[in-house]
């Protein structure tokens, strides 16, 4: 059983047999003997541990990992716990993402842009142990100030590296996460956002070199699909013609239960072009866009020459500002939950992310009247409300309620209401 004792100095050591008789001492410095007791009972534990062969119990192994790199080593030194790897950036974000092949391709490529601004910074060569939270927060301005990275391309990336070393420190390579504060959510860049105005949209569609072109842009514009994912997932059996409706699915919001799909209305604006297609379609198709399916295919680039083909200048981001700018126009007619359950998003991300003011809001704002608080000049009469104003002043309620005359108001003799009782 293991023992505690105080050296001269104040500190405390346990003292233990080990596995082959010897006796062995862990030292712990100037810590209180609570503290000593508690390691003596692990320690206890895991020399029970080895000597039976058996595994050690969670609790113990929830503290062991959780020792930071100078308390483990001393539990190495005497053999109750294997030596932590020595790992260094390059191998262990290799063997991170081949163990990653639960992930979509976009996620690895994702992956190994982080990977090459980490090493690009750090260096194949450094141990992850040297890596501090002042090297992640540098990391961090470097991809601003160097890179020239957008805001929400370095908070993603930053989330990613913290997502990594997460990885690194619950395998107890690392004892704290350099990049707790690197990253964070997507904000949204209000300055990027354009709404592509029904003008706009038509002079695109013209400028489409064919019809799977017009359906490319038309299902983003008018139908609110991500692209291209959710574009080449659509099949000719995915629409429903007597319901006036075609099913999406969503790689993106697979994972989480309930989202791997959603129903979208066949806008107006959408029925001819699907009419057309389905019409001009070959006999056995099952897709409904049979273009340009390599996911590699860079279908913003292209659709920038259309853009410039219909005389417009390409706005920020082609195909996220044709999506939220359908759920704009759809909010403004449909209840926002429904509108999101079409679009396939959740109302704080469409408010965040989606939802713009338009000059159509301020145009059709500047020609409308209050009408709860319009004020008939005329006749003097605040219309919308249940009060009128009669000549003297006090107001009255309209409707069935009648005028009476003021009551009188008569002062309270010093007997009071009630009959007096003296004498009684």
């Not at 001393?74 to 991170?96: C, I």
């Not at 993106?252 to 979208?264: D, F, I, L, P």
């Not at 959740?346 to 965040?352: F, M, P």
Request: with cysteine; proline share 5%; aromatic share 8%.
């Amino acid at each position: 059983m293991a023992s505690i004792s105080k050296t001269t100095s104040g500190s405390y050591r346990v003292q233990f047999f080990n596995t082959d008789g010897k006796r062995q001492s862990v030292f712990l410095g100037k810590i209180t003997k609570h503290a000593a007791q508690t390691v003596a009972v692990r320690i206890d534990a895991l020399v029970a541990a080895k000597m039976s062969g058996s595994p050690v119990d969670p609790e113990t192994a929830r503290w062991v990992a959780t020792r930071e790199t100078a308390m483990y080593e001393r539990l190495a030194e005497v053999g109750l716990v294997p030596k932590r790897e020595a790992a260094t950036l390059g191998l262990f974000l290799d063997a991170y993402s081949a163990l990653r092949a639960d992930v979509k391709a976009g996620t690895l490529l994702a992956y190994s842009n982080v990977r090459r601004n980490l090493v690009d910074y750090f260096g194949e060569s450094m141990p992850l142990r040297k890596i501090t939270a002042g090297d992640g927060d540098a990391w961090q301005l470097h991809l601003i100030n160097v890179e020239k990275l957008g805001e929400n391309t370095v908070r993603r990336r930053g989330s990613i590296a913290r997502q990594f070393f997460r990885h690194a420190q619950r395998k107890g390579l690392i004892d704290a996460n350099p990049f707790d504060e690197v990253g964070g959510s997507v904000r949204a860049n209000k300055a990027r956002q354009y709404f592509i105005t029904p003008a706009e949209a038509q002079a695109v569609l013209a400028a489409c070199p064919d019809l799977e072109w017009r359906l490319l842009f038309a299902l983003s514009r008018y139908g609110g699909l991500r692209c291209p994912s959710e574009h080449f997932g659509l099949t000719w059996a995915d629409v429903d013609w007597e319901r006036n409706r075609f099913l999406v699915r969503s790689p993106k919001t697979e994972h989480h239960v309930g989202c791997e799909s959603r129903w979208v209305p066949i806008f107006p604006e959408l029925k001819p072009l699907l009419a057309e297609a389905f019409e001009s379609a070959a006999e056995g198709t099952i897709f409904i866009i049979n273009r340009s399916r390599d996911t590699n295919t860079n279908l913003r680039t292209s659709l920038g020459r259309i853009i410039h083909r219909a005389g417009l200048k390409p706005w920020p981001k082609l195909w996220h500002n044709l999506r939220a700018t359908r759920q704009t126009e759809l909010a403004a007619t449909y209840p926002l939950h429904v509108v999101c359950a079409w679009l396939g998003n959740k109302a704080a991300v469409a408010a965040e992310h989606y939802l713009q003011v338009t000059d159509d809001d301020y145009e059709r704002a500047s020609r409308s009247v209050c009408t709860t608080c319009a004020v008939n000049h005329e006749n003097n009469e605040t219309t919308g409300n249940d009060t009128k104003q009669p000549e003297h002043g006090i107001p009255v309620l309209l409707g069935d309620s009648q005028s009476f005359p003021i009551v009188p108001f008569y002062k309270v003799g010093p007997v009071g209401l009630e009959p007096t009782t003296k004498g009684l």
